[in-house]
């Protein structure tokens, strides 16, 4: 049975975690927790806090992930920890301050690698009544940026991270995790949505200043509610560019999202049968832009929903 | 293995059952299922390996086919062009090629 996380008390969580029981229920996957101290405990109730969780282990769970200490040392003196989700992975130890941030971590490459029920495109991903839209870029192209804009005009938080498309069928499956914020995007999006959504910073990482917007409890509660794509964007943020969008032939797009998907050559032929479904009837566009104003006209364009 | 293509006594072929195929404007694009790879070829890449999973030729039969197929001519179509798509087709596993004997 499963029931919201804010209603268990810290140590009830923290015995949870400590015992490897803890099940959080997100989407399509069920993701069995373990890990110790209070940067891992404060994160998970302050940004998880709506989400549906057990404080027993589920029969079946997609993702193992435990946050652990590299070497018994490190668990002691200058305590440090690590994600293990079950299978070798290239993960460079942290403080243990920095628990969020592995946890995350440990949770994209859980998904990324491991969960083959879906094709993964790392992507992000919002819904409205009309069907969903795919944001497909690099790191530091501005996703999770005008991922986090569109919320505020009426679409709904599938993922910041993965287009999970359907190998029955392509449509797209929420995972509406928090959304990872980097560096200068901390501040442009804690101005749109307000301080209270938005997580402590976890500062100096490898990857600079992190933090994350928690998602909303409406977002969670339609975590069952897949959406048809329809539309597909190649954002590019950089500053001082002119706004323009581009639209991209269906070849052109699928050129784009195969490398982008983490699972694709795992899969092969339904892959390549949920990718070209999910192109077809759906336009593609590249969109450059130097603001977020810039990116949400381009997208109000390209829709004819007005936003702004 | 990839070979040269420019030989009489080799007999050209393609199984279709192999690969998928989906066509978007003039690009087909191409899983082929025993590498897990895809390809993206333009029309004349992709009409030699759809001419050559109906009908096994020679690289003559297939010169002539393939201006048949799409109007071309044979300065349209070089044969040494056919040959080096062939070989990267080849190359790929999207065709293959065996020798035959020649007839006394």
């Not at chain 1, 110790?36 to 109730?45: E, H, N, P, S, T």
């Not at chain 1, 690590?82 to 592995?102: C, D, I, K, Q, R």
Request: aromatic fraction near 8%.
């Amino acid at each position: 049975m499963t029931s919201s996380l804010n209603i268990f008390s810290k140590e009830e969580i923290r015995k949870a975690l400590k015992d490897g029981s803890f099940t959080l229920h997100l989407g399509p996957f069920s993701h069995l927790l373990s890990g110790r101290g209070d940067a891992l405990l404060d994160f998970l109730i302050d940004t998880y806090r709506d989400n549906r969780v057990e404080m027993s282990p589920s029969d079946v769970t997609d993702v193992q992930l435990s946050l652990e200490a590299p070497n018994v040392l490190r668990r002691f003196f200058r305590p440090q920890v690590t994600p293990n989700p079950g299978f070798e992975v290239p993960a460079m130890p942290l403080p243990l301050s920095m628990s969020a941030l592995a946890h995350e971590m440990g949770l994209n490459l859980s998904v990324a690698l491991k969960c083959c029920r879906f094709v993964n495109v790392h992507a992000g991903v919002v819904a409205d009544d009309e069907g969903a839209i795919v944001m497909s870029a690099a790191s530091g192209a501005g996703k999770s940026t005008l991922t986090a804009a569109l919320l505020q005009y009426g679409y709904r938080l599938f993922s910041d991270e993965f287009a999970l498309i359907g190998l029955d069928g392509p449509i797209l499956h929420p995972y509406p995790r928090p959304i990872s914020l980097k560096q200068e995007t901390i501040p442009v999006v804690r101005e749109m949505v307000g301080d209270n959504w938005i997580s402590e910073v976890v500062k100096g990482s490898p990857k600079g200043d992190i933090a994350y917007y928690r998602a909303r409890k409406r977002d969670l509660a339609r975590d069952q509610e897949p959406a048809k794509a329809k539309l597909i964007l190649f954002p590019n943020f950089e500053k001082g560019v002119q706004p323009i969008a581009h639209q991209l032939n269906p070849a052109e797009a699928i050129m784009r999202l195969v490398p982008a998907s983490t699972n694709y050559s795992l899969l092969g032929e339904p892959a390549f049968r949920a990718i070209t479904g999910l192109v077809e009837n759906t336009r593609a566009y590249e969109i450059s832009y130097g603001s977020t104003t810039d990116s949400l006209r381009l997208v109000e364009q390209i829709t004819g929903k007005k936003m702004l | 293995m990839a070979s040269s293509g420019d030989d009489s006594s080799q007999v050209w072929t393609s199984d279709s059952s192999q690969y998928l195929s989906v066509m978007y404007d003039d690009t087909h694009l191409v899983y082929f299922k025993p590498s897990g790879e895809t390809h993206f070829l333009n029309f004349l890449s992709f009409g030699l390996i759809d001419v050559l999973s109906e009908k096994s030729l020679t690289i003559d039969g297939l010169h002539e086919l393939i201006q048949d197929r799409f109007s071309l001519t044979a300065d349209d179509i070089p044969k040494s062009l056919l040959i080096s798509t062939l070989a990267e087709l080849d190359l790929a596993g999207l065709v293959s090629s065996k020798r035959v004997k020649e007839k006394l």
